[in-house]
């Protein structure tokens, strides 16, 4: 929020002019200026050039500044902790969890619209924050639900696609063949072939975002009803937005389902840049491989069990617990079972993370939810009981460093509550709401002319040669 706190000059003088246009009642100025301030790509056109100048200026400024060393331990442990890349729309701290632009989940649950009063925030609005840094008014979500809508359209030839694939294939690899075939639309592909400056770039890609957002749940749900539901497909409702919609045509119309899903969404659109969807969309996406390429790249980084998947993993992991001990599962119980979950060499699924070192919020704000809405569910239970059980466990192994439930651990219990039980379709689910995020920030990728990732590797032979000069 910081990065726009100041409104550009610009949009300061229309403000101005348009409460004084109020006041004069007049009324033509009024209707040009509210429809720029509603227009998403407009508002963008106007951040891109202050925030393009900020970056020349910070390359020029403090270029040669240090950020930390790199240790033999980071190169050889996954880069944890390793500053190297910028990610705009969203920060993790470790004890606090995410700030999308800025703002917490509860802060933002506080500030953005909702479609409910007092209820969850709309997703097109955490949006409209990641792309622009700023708060949207209820009007503006309107219009970006409105516009996601009309962009909604998926070509035939992408249910054909999935058609192809034999219809017990995993939902994450019909849904990315859905993506994958929705990049022969691709306008960023078109533009680059037909020479399109770079000062450009931008343009064609805000294009492919939204219409991929947009065009997502339609994809999704279709994977769903055909796996799931005999193929029979759900059309939109257009009074929906776009959670709503996107429940709807999964097939689930319950008012407290959409609250959940708009939840849901509005939670995993981002985590920064280093997790490994977002981080592999970021670096296929700077060779300049379009929006469709790059998210589908992320999604197949989403299906993995450490990652995305963890969500599926979670619920299966639940009902073999209760498989094997009965609904009534005591503590002794379950905490034999995740010794034995360990003992098996396998992890327990929606604990621990690469960042977090506390519980994480979008865990707790859907403890939350399910307080509100489900206090009874046998499920929510049993997840509530684990909270108490896994982290002393996982501190006793000694080598964890997080105990403690990330968003994984709770979200299947809420699905599975209002029907979605599923498991294996989880992933989907974080998938859609994941283009939020990764297509923002490459949108401001383009718009920022960040340039082809290629870190440096070295070999085993170069590090101990490297350690042993350091050493003489
Ligand atoms: N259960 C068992 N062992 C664990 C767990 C866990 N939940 N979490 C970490 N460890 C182990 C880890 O496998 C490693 O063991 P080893 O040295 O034998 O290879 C050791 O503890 C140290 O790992 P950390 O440094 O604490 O964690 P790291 O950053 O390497 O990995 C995760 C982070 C998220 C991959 C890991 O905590 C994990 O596997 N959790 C379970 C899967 C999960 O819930 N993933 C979802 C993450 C969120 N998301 O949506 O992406
Ligand atoms: C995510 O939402 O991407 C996960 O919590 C994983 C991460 O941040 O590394």
Redesign the pocket.
Known sequence: MAFFRGLTAVSRLRSRMAQEATTLGGVRWLQMQTASDLDLKAQLQELIPEQQDRLKKLKSDHGKVQLGNITVDMVLG?M?GMIGMLWETSLLDPEEGIRFRGLSIPECQKVLPTAVKGGEPLPEGLLWLLLTGKVPTQEQVDALSKELLARSTVPAHVYKAIDALPVTAHPMTQFTTGVMALQVESEFQKAYDNGLPKSKFWEPTYEDCLNLIARLPPVASYVYRRIFKGGKSIEADNSLDYAANFSHMLGFDDPKMLELMRLYVTIHTDHEGG??SAHTGHLVGSALSDPYLSFAAALNGLAG????L??Q??LLWIKSVIEETGSDVTTDQLKDYVWKT?KGG?????????VLRKTDPRYSCQREFALKHLPEDPLFQLVSKLYEVVPPI?TE?G????PWP????HSGVLLNHFGLSEARYYTVL?GVSRSMGIGSQLIWDRALGLPLERPKSVTMEWLENYCKNKAA
Do not use: T
């Open positions: 996954g944890r997790n490994v069990p450490l990652h995305g963890a969500n993993e979670v360990l396998k992890v327990v699924p929606g604990f621990g993370h690469g996982l192994l080598k964890v460093k997080n990330n968003v994984d651990a974080f």
